[in-house]
């Protein structure tokens, strides 16, 4: 719904799933996560209701964490990866 203010269910999932970066779409009307980087999925976690995503968040949670070898980063000479959250609005300069 538009307009819809999500701030007491967002309270929540942070509280519950701090490393997590976690908003609703009010575009899309799905809620959508960010994995922390130890539990890297390689893709955005994205549910129709809060019930699915707290379904998801958990069963991401209960896997072990990925391994990666941080000397094979430095090896090919690439940065390390930083992700950053970031949040913009459509037409937001950010973009």
Same mark, same amino acid.
């Given at each position: 719904m538009a307009g819809e203010d999500h701030s007491t269910e967002l309270s929540f999932l942070v509280?519950?799933?701090p490393q997590w $970066?976690?908003?609703y779409g $009010?575009? $899309?009307g799905s809620w959508w996560a960010l994995?922390?980087?130890e539990r890297d999925i390689g893709d955005f976690v994205e549910a129709a209701d809060l019930p699915r995503l707290i379904a998801h968040i958990e069963e991401i949670q209960?896997?072990?964490p990925a391994y990666r070898d941080p000397s094979s980063i430095l090896r090919l000479g690439a940065p390390p990866v930083r992700r950053v959250p970031l949040a913009t609005r459509p037409g937001d300069p950010a973009r």
């Open positions: 509280g519950r799933y $970066t976690i908003w $009010t575009a $899309t994995p922390p980087r209960s896997e072990l």
